[in-house]
């Protein structure tokens, strides 16, 4: 098996790297099942004797320490690429220039997921509206008649949005998409991306700075709508964006985009599966998918989103998860 060690940096301690290595930049990295599961990959993918390293940052962090970061990355030699979690936007905004090459959903979304590196170019992707829609489309693919609900405005709201409001999409869109958020400025931000999407579904932008103020929303839910815990609560930072008192829409569904953490959310919804025959979901397939796009453009290789192979790296996740 492919040998990796268990490396963890913050912006003021990274080193130069001692042979090929891939990174994941985050707020607590030591603890994703990444650390687990790329090795693994690795060897299935045949990557080569490639290193993994961490870099944690606060929440918001520092502007100086995202340039910081992404300088480090562009020109450290033995460092390929990254993935960027939690950080989306504020890493781009904070850093957009020292990027040579930013890819179109980079520059509409304007985050960058995917951090690689190309025939002398430092580029930015945007890959998370290309895997969260792999991951929603895995839990329901019908949308005519639903509202969509997602709490948290960042990066990961931003692309939902945009894949479920798709033109092309025909009819088979939410009847709208909601969008909560504790702060003001991260709703403003989404309203104007969302403005270039070219689409008549209709976005509800909600300022929410407590718990309550989504148990309203949520209660107030047509049937069979879907709740997404999009903040980062649960993984990030403990606790739920909603309190014990939201009741969940019969026939809906609940989706958790974390997978590991303490899971508020997850266990609220579950305390009202049965009663309101809802679906709950966790966050394992949308890791699956963010981090098998990434590993692709990183290491320019060839991986599958569904079928066989797909499974494979599926199955060799969770037997190491």
């Not at 995202?66 to 904070?94: N, Q």
């Not at 290309?130 to 990961?156: K, N, Q, V, Y």
């Not at 966790?282 to 797909?310: L, M, N």
């Amino acid at each position: 098996m492919t040998e990796t060690t268990a490396l963890t940096y913050t912006a003021s301690s990274l080193r130069p790297a001692a042979k090929p290595t891939f990174y994941f930049i985050g707020v607590s990295t030591g603890q994703s099942s990444i650390r687990r599961v790329f090795p693994v990959w690795a060897e299935h993918l045949g990557l080569g004797d490639v290193d993994f390293a961490g870099i944690d940052l606060p929440l918001h962090a520092d502007p100086a320490d995202y340039r910081r970061v992404v300088e480090f990355l562009k020109h450290d030699e033995l460092s390929l690429g990254a993935l960027v979690t939690t950080h989306k936007l504020d890493l781009y905004h904070a850093a957009r220039d020292l990027f040579d090459e930013s890819d179109p959903l980079a520059l509409l979304m304007d985050e960058v997921s995917c951090i690689s590196k190309r025939d002398g170019l430092f580029r930015a992707h945007a890959k998370d509206p290309i895997t969260a829609g792999f991951a929603i489309d895995a839990i329901t693919t019908e949308w005519e008649g639903r509202t969509a609900f997602l709490m948290g405005a960042g990066g990961s709201a931003i692309a939902l949005s945009w894949h479920l409001s798709r033109p092309e999409r025909g009819s088979n869109v939410p009847d709208r998409i909601i969008v909560s958020n504790r702060s003001q400025d991260r709703l403003d931000g989404l309203r104007e991306i969302y403005s270039s999407f070219g689409t008549e579904v209709p976005l509800q932008l909600e300022l929410t700075p407590e718990p309550g103020d989504n148990d309203r929303i949520v209660s107030a839910l047509p049937a069979g709508s879907v709740v997404v815990n999009a903040t980062g609560l649960g993984k990030d930072a403990p606790g739920s964006p909603l309190s014990g008192e939201a009741l969940f829409p019969v026939d809906g569904i609940a989706w958790d985009l974390n997978y590991r953490g303490d899971l508020v959310f997850l266990d609220q919804a579950r305390a009202q599966q049965q009663e309101r025959r809802l679906r709950v979901e966790d966050g394992w397939v949308y890791f699956i998918h963010g981090w098998t796009r990434v590993i692709a453009e990183v290491f320019d290789t060839e991986i599958p989103t569904s079928g066989p192979d797909f499974d494979v790296l599926s199955d060799l996740a969770a037997a190491a998860r």
